[in-house]
């Protein structure tokens, strides 16, 4: 049997378990006609589509996922990864803002 990859396992659904998906995939890989895989894996016709519609949605996902990768990696956000040290003026300044953005709020709040 057909091991099944990782667009089998995100393409399965409880009727349809991957080794099903990877089966099916496989098949049609091998230009065999829908309704004969249908009939060979007791699954409707309907059933052969979205298995190869969700095995596709998978792959396109993680080509999608990949290209938008390689496009951050150049290089340029290795800097922006890094977390920032104790005490950085900019996260210090940022946690001052929000400071005297609530200063007052406890007055409000007694007003009422």
Known sequence: MIQPDDFARQA???RSPPELVMAVVMLRR???PMHEIAAQHGVSLDGVRQIL?????AQQSADADAAADAE?????MASV???MPAGHPVSMDAIWTGLERWRNFGDVVHRR
């Not at 519609?53 to 949605?57: E, F, I, V």
């Open 12 to 14: 399965a659904r409880p």
């Open 30 to 32: 091998k230009r065999m």
């Open 53 to 57: 519609l969700r095995y596709s949605k």
């Open 72 to 76: 951050c990696d150049d290089g340029l």
């Open 81 to 83: 990864r890094e977390t």
